[in-house]
Nanobody, 124 residues
Framework: QVQLVESGGGLVQAGDSLRLTCAISGRTVITATMGWFRQASGKEREFVAGISRGTGATYYADSVKGRVTISRDIVKNTVFLQMNNLKPEDTAVYYC?????????????????WGQGTQVTVSS
């Protein structure tokens, strides 16, 4: 059973940084495509960043490119999302997700395991 547990969210000011952590159990991180998604109040869940299985190629949404870095620690079986220069529009619940069947996708429906989410609030 794959389980994902996010942590690291919080209340910050615009321009601050946060690092979100996703601890994975039941699957080694190198064998799953991992993604970070976010859902703001009243909006659909959207792709933020992803890291493919194996090679670890990374992908980003245009809205966060240059401010966000996704990475993984194979020893700790953990995925990180480093977010810099945060903006109020980054406020959302952030979810870690794993796709254990296919290669990289930005489509949330391709991901079959999800964490419970962690709230990120950016004040102006």
């Amino acid at each position: 059973q794959v389980q994902l547990v996010e942590s690291g969210g919080g209340l910050v000011q615009a321009g601050d940084s946060l690092r979100l952590t996703c601890a994975i159990s039941g699957r080694t991180v190198i064998t799953a495509t991992m993604g970070w998604f976010r859902q703001a109040s009243g909006k659909e869940r959207e792709f933020v960043a992803g890291i493919s299985r194996g090679t670890g190629a990374t992908y980003y949404a245009d809205s966060v490119k240059g401010r966000v870095t996704i990475s993984r620690d194979i020893v700790k079986n953990t995925v990180f999302l480093q977010m810099n220069n945060l903006k109020p529009e980054d406020t959302a619940v952030y979810y870690c997700a794993a796709d254990t069947d296919y290669g990289f996708s930005r489509d949330r429906d391709e991901y079959d395991h999800w964490g419970q989410g962690t709230q990120v609030t950016v004040s102006s």
